[in-house]
Nanobody
């Protein structure tokens, strides 16, 4: 079993930056692929970024490519999402998710464990 706890959300002006963190429990974190997803009010949950077990492979949604960076520290059992050049349309609840295999996927249904989410609000 893996428990995930996100932090780092908040209110920021357009053009600003935030770094989200997702701390995991459990001994198998280093073998799991991890992902970040987001859900805005009235919209479906969408893929943001994913990373494989050792950080050697990443994938991003087109809407965040070049602005967001996903990374992980297996020793700290933590995955990060560095968000730069934020836009009002990035406003959403951001969720961290863990996949019980080592390679990444962009499909939320492929992830078994989810955090409670952290709110990111970008003002114009």
């Amino acid at each position: 079993q893996v428990q995930l706890v996100e932090s780092g959300g908040g209110l920021v002006q357009a053009g600003g930056s935030l770094r989200l963190s997702c701390a995991a429990s459990g001994r198998t974190f280093s073998t799991y692929a991890m992902g970040w997803f987001r859900q805005a009010p009235g919209k479906e949950r969408e893929f943001v970024a994913a990373i494989n077990w050792n950080g050697g492979s990443t994938n991003y949604a087109d809407s965040v490519k070049g602005r967001f960076t996903i990374s992980r520290d297996n020793a700290k059992k933590t995955v990060y999402l560095q968000m730069n050049s934020l836009k009002p349309e990035d406003t959403a609840v951001y969720y961290c998710a863990a996949r019980r295999v080592s390679y990444l996927d962009t499909d939320a249904d492929e992830y078994s464990y989810w955090g409670q989410g952290t709110q990111v609000t970008v003002s114009s």
